[in-house]
């Protein structure tokens, strides 16, 4: 027997328009997307550690990008859908 794969069920594609009446339509916002971003390269740490301290901001090995000035993450963490029909 073979398993289900992701469009297995292609009839009910449209199962989601039931619960989206009277949602608001997505938006993406342009002052979502960043004006521009540039690549800074360091000679060793200590030079990584004072722009660390010079913009205010923990940067670790892992750090891949950043935000400046700091973004607050998790704007929407407290936000819940609740269905009241």
């Given at each position: ?41 360091f ?15 923990n ?11 700091q973004i607050?993450?998790g ?11």
């Amino acid at each position: 027997m073979m398993s289900k794969t992701l469009f297995d069920d292609f009839e009910n594609t449209e199962e989601w328009k039931k619960e989206w009446i009277g949602m608001p339509e997505f938006i993406q916002n342009d002052s979502d997307k960043p004006y521009t971003q540039i690549i800074i390269r360091f000679k060793n740490q200590q030079d990584y550690k004072e722009f660390s301290n010079l913009i205010n901001q923990n940067l670790t090995k892992k750090t891949k990008s950043i935000w400046f000035p700091q973004i607050e993450r998790g704007l929407s963490a407290n936000k819940l859908y609740v269905n009241e029909s």
